[in-house]
């Protein structure tokens, strides 16, 4: 494994990781960034730089978990039922990631963008209450299968499965925006840990970019945790977020 970045380049990479780290922690996609950065400014190939992304995630996902804690943002009771089908999920995901068409998946992806945009645009006070959850919606069976599927596709690529979980545990689970945030970084980073193994397996994991960046996206989960705990109106902004991740999410797909 080699390390070959100039100055400029490791800027870039820094800025990346750190943007990706906010992002992510706030509203989700934020590998839309890091993918990229792997592949053409490291240059890895496409499937190891799917691997070397879950390093970073892995560890942004840890230290957003404990700083939701932390801050008392996020109570993680009655989520831990959803640990289970995410994880098998992530497993099937990252075992049948070399075999899925690339250029399908970005249309499907970027289609289901669309539609997301849609359903965020529609009753946005669904999205920005601060309510708390009823306990006994939480568990909605819909809930296990929903969780299951996102974990196959969080397995496969990452990116963009935070706004699908932030959809699921918002308008099944009945959170509010800011409690969905912190379990939905504790699940990624859950679900991480297996996908990253399977990865790691195959050899598909550049260790040295993969640790680098996780220093960088943890520094951006810490950042995005000090802004959600303490601005006034979070969910506000973090719904406003989500919304622009969703927009440049979908065409990016698209494009692509």
Not at 45 to 51: L, R
Not at 64 to 70: D, I, L, P
Not at 84 to 111: C, F, H, Q, W
Request: aromatic share 14%.
């Amino acid at each position: 494994m080699t390390f070959d970045l100039t100055l400029l380049d490791f800027l870039l990479f820094a800025f990346a990781g750190i943007s990706c780290g906010v992002i992510n922690t706030l509203a989700g996609s934020g590998s839309l960034i890091t993918l990229p950065v792997f592949i053409f400014l490291c240059g890895l190939p496409a499937p190891v730089a799917n691997g070397t992304n879950r390093v970073g995630v892995l560890f942004q996902g840890l230290v957003g978990a404990y700083g939701f804690s932390k801050k008392g943002a996020t109570s993680f009771e009655g989520a831990w039922w959803l640990v289970v089908p995410s994880v098998l999920g992530a497993l099937v995901g990252s075992r049948i990631a070399v075999g899925l068409d690339e250029k399908t998946m970005n249309y499907t992806l970027g289609g289901l963008m669309v539609f997301m945009f849609f359903v965020l645009m529609l009753k946005p006070e669904r999205w920005i209450r601060e309510s708390a959850p009823d306990a006994g919606r939480r568990k909605h069976p819909l809930s296990l299968i929903a969780f299951f599927l996102i974990g196959i596709y969080g397995g496969f690529i990452q990116a963009g499965v935070g706004i699908f979980m932030l959809a699921c545990l918002v308008l099944v689970g009945k959170y509010s925006l800011r409690a969905a945030n912190g379990i939905k970084v504790l699940l990624v980073a859950i679900f991480t840990l297996p996908a990253l193994a399977v990865f790691v397996y195959y050899g598909q994991v550049h260790w040295i970019y993969g640790l680098l960046m996780a220093v960088f996206q943890s520094l951006g989960a810490w950042l995005g945790v000090q802004f959600s705990a303490r601005v006034p109106n979070a969910n506000v902004w973090i719904y406003r977020l989500l919304l622009a991740v969703v927009a440049v999410s979908a065409a990016k797909f698209l494009v692509v």
